[in-house]
């Protein structure tokens, strides 16, 4: 079963070619900052460096 995109198959195949690219790059990007974060956090703690959240209290900022 063969689709006929018409006059416009190049356009319409460039774009979804465009797209896929781009959903990618945003994926790798996305995966490359979680990386950068997660060695981020461990250099704070490794510092001494905590967060507020694990004090279990409930003080005022």
Same mark, same amino acid.
């Given at each position: 079963?063969?689709?006929?995109?018409?006059?416009?198959?190049?356009?319409?195949?460039?774009?979804?070619?465009?797209?896929?690219?781009?959903?990618?790059?945003?994926?790798?990007?996305?995966?490359?900052?979680?990386? =950068?974060?997660?060695?981020?956090?461990?250099?704070?703690?490794?510092?001494?460096?905590? =967060? =507020?959240?694990?004090?279990?209290?409930?003080?005022?900022?």
């Amino acid at each position: 079963m063969m689709i006929s995109l018409g006059p416009y198959a190049g356009f319409i195949v460039s774009s979804y070619a465009v797209v896929a690219v781009v959903v990618a790059l945003l994926i790798f990007w996305v995966m490359l900052d979680y990386r =950068r974060q997660k060695a981020r956090l461990r250099d704070l703690e490794r510092a001494g460096v905590t =967060r =507020r959240s694990r004090s279990g209290g409930s003080e005022a900022p």
